[in-house]
């Protein structure tokens, strides 16, 4: 562990000091007035108010009951001639207050309130008016969605009743939000990534960064991400779509990046107004949306709409330049239908290949159906292993580490990803096209080996986007590579890499290794009315077209005993 977090109890403080230093180093040209007055005031401001500052901007929400702030280690930093009695945080709360970036005693809507207070509390405050509606005895959130019809205007805490209590107001959260954004590039990510690095819970790969190793170029592509995370708020919110569509952009961003935000919004938004039966909208929505799989749905609204000549037209220009493999598996399928449904001769189907089935009726133990195939067919000399998605996706970033990681432009922001932020981007492959090239070219003798072998030791445990240390142990490793033939290895990565996003998914459940032999055997596992997903058949036919063995297992329960 790099360093203990609890020798220093302002660990956090410490922290917030390192985003601040990082912002303005990367982002000083960016920063608006605001925000560059905060980062310098902030530095002006006593430790102890520092501290408290940084305790409130990482718990959440922006309200907080002053005696629910309960820091030793800041009360102990304030000099002695400076405390007050049964206020151990006042003189660290006054700055705050002076530079008006806490309110110390802001307005609460009715729902503010009932969050803060408890339920007890709440009752004291409006007992009689609960009591005359008749609902003494119910819920909290009744009592909200009662009183709340009385339309109640915002009131300070003791014009609600209470002057017992301090409710303090964070004024800086928006401002602080851009910061958050700015270092880390998104706003999934949060203060507590510091705190799982330091304790050692979370390792992450260290990527060289430059000045320019950003997220942003420019501050109107910093309000736009904002602007379009507040439309999927608004959507969550459940705000009708034709208000949010209203302020979307729509021209495309010149940043890919933001533009594959704008692009996935239109397409929640679309799929929220099929889900409304809104079909028309839908698909206006679909047309205008670059989301993979938005053409795909637009064609199948155009058939709801029953639409089929403009049905037909689409789809034939999606054969002649399929966005993926999972938009030529829809095509096979909707051909037929509008043929049909215009009146054209049916178009030729193309061959599909058989996987090898083999059915099993095994007795249930309590287990999953996919544990119970493996403790079935696992003998010593042919283990099998539950794998799933991680073994393929293990090895190939095992192998290609150093191309996953490198240290591209639009790529890495912060100390803190488990990834590049460009992996689900259609470009990925290509914009490091020659660093791929490199690490499937020791595919072609046993280098490859040592190559994985060593990324295994070296990276043990830091975090990727593919490779799940807990499910890919040093044995399985060792007999993996045993029974994996390089050829083979090579074409299931470069598949992945076709389509990362669609491919990363759907491997079979199981694999069978014979390491005497040097050879395996790929189980697709099903139970009693289970089905095969796209995205396996998809996988399922692209093995055997290379003639790579794999079979899917059917199940069925014997008689008698409980069922899973």
């Not at 299931?492 to 491997?507: K, M, S, T, V, Y």
Request: glycine share 6%.
């Amino acid at each position: 562990m790099a360093r203990q977090i609890l020798d220093d109890p302002f660990y956090y403080l410490v922290n917030f000091q390192t985003v601040l230093a990082w912002l303005d180093a990367r982002y000083g040209d960016l920063l608006s007035d605001d925000e560059r007055a905060f980062i310098d005031a902030f530095g002006e401001l006593p430790r102890p108010s520092q501290a408290l500052l940084v305790r409130m901007i990482m718990r959440k929400g922006a309200l907080f009951r002053r005696s629910k702030l309960q820091y030793p280690e800041i009360a102990e930093e304030i000099p002695a001639a400076q405390r007050c009695e049964g206020e151990p945080l006042a003189p660290a709360l006054a700055p705050l207050i002076a530079r008006g970036w806490v309110d110390p005693a802001p307005t609460l809507t009715l729902e503010a309130l009932f969050a803060l207070l408890t339920k007890v509390e709440v009752q004291r405050l409006f007992g009689e008016r609960l009591a005359a509606l008749g609902l003494r005895q119910a819920s909290k959130r009744a009592w909200l969605a009662a009183l709340d019809e009385d339309d109640e205007p915002p009131r300070t805490l003791a014009e609600w009743g209470r002057d017992d209590e301090t409710i303090l107001a964070l004024g800086v959260d928006a401002l602080c939000e851009r910061l958050r954004l700015m270092f880390f590039g998104n706003l999934h990510q949060g203060w507590s990534e510091f705190v799982l690095a330091d304790l050692g819970m979370a390792r992450y790969e260290r990527v060289a960064f430059s000045s320019g190793s950003r997220a942003f170029a420019s501050r109107d592509e910093l309000e736009s991400y904002l602007h379009l995370h507040r439309c999927r708020e608004r959507l969550a919110d459940d705000e009708p779509v034709s208000a949010i569509d209203a302020d979307v952009p729509r021209e495309a961003h010149a940043n890919p990046w933001l533009e594959a935000r704008r692009a996935k919004l239109l397409y929640r938004l679309a799929q929220h107004s099929e889900r409304q039966g809104e079909l028309g909208a839908a698909h206006d929505l679909y047309a205008r949306s670059t989301h993979p799989g938005a053409r795909g749905r637009r064609l199948r609204m155009l058939e709801r709409l029953e639409r089929f000549g403009e049905a037909l037209e689409l789809a034939r220009a999606a054969e002649r330049e399929p966005e993926s493999d999972a938009e030529r598996q829809q095509l096979v399928r909707v051909m037929p239908r509008l043929h049909r449904r215009l009146g054209l001769p049916r178009p030729a189907a193309a061959a599909s290949p058989e996987t090898e089935r083999f059915d099993l009726e095994l007795p249930f133990a309590g287990l999953s159906v996919e544990r119970t195939v493996q403790h079935h067919l696992g003998v010593p000399e042919a283990p099998v292993h539950y794998v799933e998605n991680t073994l393929i996706g293990g090895l190939f970033g095992l192998l290609c580490w150093e191309a996953i990681f490198a240290p591209l432009p639009g790529a890495f922001f912060n100390p803190f990803q488990r990834g590049p932020a460009d992996l689900a981007r259609s470009d990925f492959h290509a914009r490091r096209r020659e660093l791929f090239d490199g690490c499937l070219a020791s595919l072609e003798s046993d280098a490859y080996q040592e190559l994985i072998r060593r990324t295994y030791v070296e990276k043990q445990g830091i975090q990727s986007p593919f490779v799940s240390w807990e499910c890919l142990p040093e044995s399985l490793l060792e007999q993996a590579l045993a029974c994996l033939p390089a050829a083979h290895l090579r074409l299931c990565f470069e598949r992945l890499l076709a389509d990362i996003p669609a491919n990363r998914a759907g491997l079979p459940d199981l694999i069978q290794l014979w390491p005497g032999q040097r050879r395996y055997r790929m189980i697709e596992v099903k139970g009693p009315g289970d089905r095969l997903q796209d995205n396996q058949r998809r996988w399922l036919a692209f093995f055997e077209r290379h003639a790579m063995p794999v079979g899917v297992c059917h199940v069925r329960w014997a008689p008698g005993g409980a069922r899973a």
